[in-house]
């Protein structure tokens, strides 16, 4: 696992307490005065933590410390929740294309646009990028609704058919699934 940093922004008092525990500390500790330093810190860390007095706009992992007096205890335990929280977050993301799907709240998202998803949308996108190849209605029915019969039903076809109407009215995309004559597949 990546090593863990702690970015302590504008801070200077705070960093110079953590700096004499870091040997004791899972992370490693950064003192980070301006706004561009912090922006090159945040280039080269995957797994990070601004620490500081005021939100940092546009990065939303960050501990914002404006109650005192707290114990160093308290406050160790904070930055493990924070850490802890951030690893959850990142192993509920999935990169399709030029979208991304939060697991967790079931949304397809691209250039800050958000498209709520039913949970077995979810499971078709899914099941759709992991094929290299296009997946036929069959399939679908027997891996992803659990659906062995013979009988004729229309069910898939009508999720796809509304999932690419809603990809379309959302994010103005009808090639992110595309129908091939043996089944679809994610662009």
Do not use: C
């Not at 980070?32 to 992992?61: A, P, W």
């Amino acid at each position: 696992m990546d090593k863990q940093n702690l970015i302590i922004f504008k801070f200077d008092s705070l960093y110079e307490i953590v700096k004499e525990l870091e040997e004791n500390l899972n992370f490693r500790i950064f003192k980070v005065s301006d706004e561009k330093d912090l922006h090159d810190k945040l280039e080269i860390f995957q797994n990070y933590l601004i620490v500081t007095r005021k939100k940092v706009v546009g990065d939303n992992n960050q501990l914002i410390l404006d109650k005192f007096p707290i114990k160093i205890f308290n406050l160790i335990e904070k930055f493990n929740i924070q850490f802890l929280r951030f690893q959850f977050n990142k192993k509920s993301e999935l990169d399709i294309g030029k979208y991304k799907v939060d697991l967790n709240s079931r949304e397809l998202i691209r250039k800050n646009i958000f498209l709520k998803l039913t949970e077995k949308e979810i499971s078709i996108i899914i099941y759709l990028s992991k094929s290299n190849k296009a997946v036929g209605i069959d399939q679908l029915q027997s891996d992803v609704w659990k659906y062995h019969s013979e009988l004729e039903t229309h069910t898939v076809e009508t999720h796809i058919y509304r999932l690419r109407k809603k990809i379309l009215e959302t994010f103005n995309d009808n090639k992110f699934i595309i129908s091939q004559k043996n089944g679809y597949k994610i662009n």
